[in-house]
Each structure stands twice: as structure tokens, then as C-alpha cells.
């Protein structure tokens, strides 16, 4: 086994290892994934105290990654703000915030903060980290007989979008949606040459990775829209797109994930109109009304 040398050879060995590690290491690295700044410049005492999560976790993560100790590992995380290349869209407001509204009275204050919250989600997406999976999975969908999207709880009006963007575009695509309690029923009807778009955030809906699980050992393709490696729809998945969505006082944007939605559908269509016509045309777009 390679010795990761950069953050995403991290991310990597973190999810193709996830078997071995144990249930608080695995914590521990979702943390560290989710919190780069933080892993960067604390000590190991103070992530403890920032995580809730012991010590001795991070360094039998670091250890069964194959480093010699943490401060090895937090290497990784410092050499990109050692380079310059930092910025404070990084600093994503997870699990609680960074925030705090100085007046909750004021509907003003408020919209001020999701308006900043939603800006800094898009600033940190519009970096291109994950272009690469974006493109990986408009090739699935380009190659999916129909899509199906599952989104539950606070996903899915993104999952719902997604269904209805793509069929906007002339694609065959359902909105799983699990009314009347048919989730198992809709789920089943997926078939291999079909694909599964799951979208699922903290706190992951169960019946999102069951339904995941299901699919993924009949042998369809999964691409999930989540925010880490380490989330339990990602393990099984083809293709991950990790989505940092910002949040203020519990209330976790969406904007990142729509936009995700808007970009796989543009780009999937002018895929399919390049590859029929040869051409590209924006005046096509005019009619669809997404």
C-alpha cells in the first residue's frame, strides 16, 4: 500500500480502507475530511476537544493509513496552506455552525446569514475540486437506460429537481420517491443497465442506505451526491460527489446540491446533443424551462 502524499490520495486510502478501520476511526477521519483547516492547525488535544472524539482515534487512523504517527498524517493538511493556495471558503460552517445571529428578531439579520452561508457553499464548489466526479457521472447517466433519484428527508427537493430537470432534457428518469410506503417496491424496480442517484447528508435517512445497499449488491451503478467519502452511501458507490453545503443554527443550505443538479443536467445534455448532431447549440436550452 502507497503511502498517501496529497488530500485526495487521502480521501481515497480513507474510503478504500473503511473496512478496516474501526467504527471511532472512522469517525475521526470524517471529521478530518470535513474539517481540513481545523486538521491543519490544531493539535491533536484540541481536535479531541473540537470533535468529541479521543485522541488515541486519530492516531490508530494515522497508524493503520500506514504512517508513522499523526503529525505525518496532519502533513498533508498543512502543506496546502503552507503553498499559499488556501482560501476561507474552506471554512465551511458544519454540524452547528460558526455562526451566531446577534439579533434572532431581525428578519434582515437573518437573510443576511443564509445569503453568506449559501455564498460561501458556492464559492468553495465553484474551486472545481470535484469536476472530475462530476464528469464521471454525466458519463453514467449518458449511459443509464433510466435514472433513478432518490433524495429523502431535507433531500429531496434535490432529488425531485434532478428527476425533473433530466427529463426536461429527454431523459428517461423517476423520482423514487417512497410515497405510501413503496420505497422497497420503487427501489426493486431498478435494473442493471439502469443507474441510482442517492443524495444523502448528516443525518443519513436509514431507508437512503439501505435502499443504496439493495440496489448496489443486484449490481446497479450508484452515483451518490454526499458530503463525504465516508458517508455510508459512498461506500458501494461508483462515482461520489462530495457536496459541502454550508449551515447556520441546524438549518443546512442547499444551494451547492441544486447546483450540482443544474451542472449534471447542462452537461449532460450537451453531451447527448454533441454526440447526436455533432454540434453544440444554446438555443436548445431556450424551451426547457428548468
Not at 1 to 25: G, S
Not at 56 to 76: N, P, V
Not at 86 to 101: C, K, V
Not at 103 to 125: K, M, Q
Request: glycine share 8%; net charge negative; aromatic share 6%.
Amino acid at each position: 500500500m502507497n503511502l498517501p502524499t496529497t488530500l485526495a490520495e487521502l480521501r481515497e486510502a480513507i474510503a478504500a480502507q473503511q473496512d478496516r478501520l474501526t467504527a471511532r476511526q472512522r469517525d475521526a477521519a470524517r471529521y478530518l475530511v470535513e474539517n481540513p483547516h481545523d486538521a491543519a492547525l490544531n493539535t491533536i488535544a484540541e481536535l479531541a476537544r473540537r470533535s468529541e472524539i479521543a485522541s488515541s482515534a486519530f492516531i490508530r487512523l494515522a497508524q493503520t493509513l500506514g504512517f508513522g504517527g499523526f503529525k505525518e498524517l496532519q502533513r498533508l493538511f498543512r502543506e496546502p496552506l503552507q503553498g499559499g493556495n488556501a482560501r476561507n471558503s474552506e471554512r465551511i460552517r458544519h454540524h452547528g455552525g460558526e455562526q451566531l445571529l446577534e439579533d434572532p428578531t431581525d428578519v434582515g439579520g437573518i437573510l443576511r446569514e443564509f445569503s453568506r452561508a449559501n455564498i460561501v457553499s458556492l464559492e468553495h464548489l465553484a474551486e472545481g475540486a470535484g469536476q472530475a466526479s462530476i464528469e464521471d457521472a454525466i458519463a453514467h447517466l449518458q449511459r443509464a437506460r433510466t435514472t433513478f433519484v432518490l433524495g429523502l428527508r431535507r433531500a429531496f427537493p434535490v432529488a425531485a429537481y434532478l428527476s425533473y430537470a433530466l427529463s426536461r432534457v429527454g431523459r428517461r428518469s423517476v423520482h423514487i420517491s417512497g410515497a405510501g410506503g413503496t420505497l422497497a417496491e420503487q427501489v426493486g424496480a431498478v435494473a442493471d443497465d439502469d443507474l441510482l442517484v442517492a443524495i444523502s447528508f448528516p443525518p443519513y435517512a436509514k431507508d437512503t442506505v439501505e435502499a443504496c445497499r439493495q440496489a448496489t449488491a443486484r449490481g446497479v451503478p450508484l452515483v451518490a451526491i454526499t458530503d463525504s467519502v465516508l458517508s455510508p452511501i459512498a461506500q458501494s458507490a461508483a462515482t461520489v460527489i462530495e457536496v459541502s453545503d454550508a449551515e447556520l443554527l441546524g438549518f443546512r443550505s442547499l444551494t451547492a446540491s441544486f447546483c450540482i443538479a443544474q451542472t449534471l443536467t447542462m452537461g449532460l445534455a450537451f453531451r447527448d446533443w454533441q454526440s447526436s448532431t455533432g454540434g453544440l447549440s444554446h438555443d436548445r436550452l431556450e424551451d426547457i424551462d428548468c
